[in-house]
């Protein structure tokens, strides 16, 4: 492919021709130089016809590894530095490969195939054995545990459902049936893999494919892969009769939540668009094709090992005493609350949330946020805007120690019955650990080395939005700092910042850039736009919905 390629743009009577077969338009002024094509192009130039071939098709290697097109052409050129003044200097290269790799996609590419089918199979797999479970329960008269895993099943279900309501509110009602029905016939894991790994784009839905796929992975996760794990841990734990499909139903389990896991960190670091956004926060994994098969497969694994300790910990205390595992799941949940509010970082950073509305959606979601990192360690959570470098290590560590303390509780407590082997289920929680500690230094070894200081960095919400507003000269990434994230978090540069929009604003309306749309000008309050332009787009009425803002709190991530 890189071949044909290059014959074509060091001939730029073809470029044209090239572009046009993926319908792209080139634009005014866009014809290839000749004159300067051999100092610019020389490194292409010389390259042989097996070096072009090898880069050519580690195009198809990424394809197979990327949910999006945008993410395999990105990978792409990071890792082929000799095709960066074909992204540079040419407008229609990278529209043109994205289109190349989105119809690859879309015709049936093996990656997307297995992406899909993965989804499925876990979902459906975890759904049958969940089902199994809760029927086993019946029968061997816990009904009490049976109807606790269906509540999970139906919590899940209900959040989920709220969120294809909310992307799909200015769609027709036979759309919404539509993905309602994906929704409890347990078949939206495959439909949003299908859906992002296709680059579906829909002007009518409220965020991208990709976060509802996050937000939809996040709801399942808090809501019933991590109780309903823990739960069934229990069961097994306490059960007289240990039952292989017991067994079966928790591996599952454990790969279902490691899988959400390791995805959603995986596509929120890989998309362009959220490294163009924070540079200083996503782009840690590597840029070659093993390096970011090595991170997703370690990350998995980190993910399931993280569950299964702090899950069987919890499990040891319930086997032991409610009370005490009330006790120290809630005296952890208000330490952590009270460590965010003496920082004063305890309001969600989405825009638009205010009074008793903004205190309720900061809890719950903070509540949420703290339960995936303590059962899945899931490495995106540690944005300082979500539950922070340094609050995740400490959660990370502590899950660690949980089940040792358990351990020793339920070794030394009389009220147990059908206790497990103290002796074989010791060495199984040290194998577990000593495995999980070795996944972590593989994934320091192979993430970039200027990233490892986010997962102890103890900056806050408000402090990394403040942070990246000055970092930068970048006008897109100091607007969408301030004005995608909820404005109290910047009220400390107020000033700067309507200083430094007063003298802006001229030349964005002049030159009109990418980002400066009315949509993202709806977000911004009346106070930071200067009078003039103020009274042009009508003044202290403009009309701005705050159900925009919830909507965009519900499927919105970082």
């Not at 784009?201 to 494919?209: A, C, K, N, W």
């Amino acid at each position: 492919m890189l071949g044909v390629l290059r014959y074509q743009i060091l001939h730029g009577g073809k470029t044209l021709r090239a572009a046009a077969k993926v319908g792209i338009d080139l634009g005014p002024g866009q014809v290839l130089n000749q004159a300067v094509i051999p100092h610019q192009y020389s490194i292409i130039n010389i390259l042989s016809q097996k070096d072009a071939a090898k880069i050519g098709n580690s195009f198809a290697m990424f394809l197979l590894k990327s949910t999006e097109p945008s993410l395999a052409v990105d990978a792409w050129r990071l890792e082929n530095s000799v095709l960066q003044p074909l992204f540079d200097d040419h407008q229609f290269f990278e529209p043109m490969m994205q289109t190349i790799a989105k119809r690859l996609l879309a015709s049936g590419n093996l990656g997307l195939k297995m992406r899909v089918f993965l989804g499925a199979f876990l979902s459906v797999g975890d759904l049958v054995s969940d089902t199994t479970v809760i029927v086993s329960y019946f029968e061997e008269g816990r009904t009490g545990q049976a109807y606790a895993l269906i509540s999970m099943v139906m919590t899940s279900l209900l959040i989920q459902t709220l969120i294809v309501l909310s992307q799909n509110s200015k769609k027709s009602r036979s759309v919404k049936l539509r993905e309602i029905f994906f929704v409890i016939s347990f078949l939206k894991p495959a439909v949003d893999a299908h859906r992002v790994a296709t680059g579906h784009e829909d002007e009518q839905l409220s965020v991208s494919p990709l976060q509802e796929m996050v937000a939809s992975k996040g709801g399942e996760l808090a809501a019933e892969s991590i109780p309903g794990n823990v739960l069934q841990i229990y069961v097994f734990i306490t059960n007289p009769t240990r039952s292989t499909l017991h067994l079966v139903s928790i591996i599952i389990s454990t790969m279902t939540t490691a899988f959400a896991s390791a995805v959603m960190s995986f596509d929120m670091d890989a998309s362009p668009d959220q490294r163009k956004k924070i540079p200083d926060f996503y782009g840690y994994m590597g840029d070659t094709n093993f390096e970011r098969t090595a991170t997703f497969l370690v990350m998995f694994l980190l993910a399931g090992l993280h569950n299964l300790s702090k899950s069987i910990g919890v499990a040891l205390l319930l086997a032991v005493s409610g009370q005490t595992t009330l006790l120290v799941l809630a005296g952890e949940m208000i330490a952590y609350h009270l460590a965010r509010l003496l920082r004063r970082d305890y309001t969600l950073f989405s825009p638009g949330l205010e009074g008793g509305l903004k205190i309720t959606v900061s809890f719950f979601m903070h509540v949420a946020s703290k339960t995936i990192v303590d059962f899945t360690g899931m490495i995106h959570f540690r944005g300082p805007k979500i539950v922070g470098g340094a609050m995740f290590l400490i959660l990370t560590i502590e899950a660690q120690v949980l089940p040792f303390v358990a351990f020793e509780i339920y070794k030394n407590s009389d009220d147990v019955e059908n206790k497990l082997d103290l002796e074989e289920l010791e060495t199984a929680l040290r194998a577990l650990v000593g495995t999980w500690a070795i996944n972590v230094l593989l994934f320091f070894m192979l993430i970039k080395r200027k990233y490892r200081k986010t997962f102890w960095d103890p900056q806050t919400g408000w402090q990394c939005v403040i942070a990246t507003y000055k970092s930068t000269d970048d006008p897109f990434q100091k607007m969408n700092a301030i004005f995608t994230n909820h404005i109290s978090m910047s009220r400390r540069i107020k000033t700067d910042v309507i200083e430094y929009m007063a003298e802006n604003w001229a030349e964005w309306e002049r030159t009109k850039p990418s980002w400066f749309t009315p949509g993202f000008i709806s977000k911004i309050p009346d106070e930071f736009i200067p009078q003039a332009n103020l009274e042009e787009l009508g003044g202290a009425r403009r009309r701005r919905s705050s159900v925009n803002s919830v909507r965009e709190l519900l499927l919105n991530n970082e």
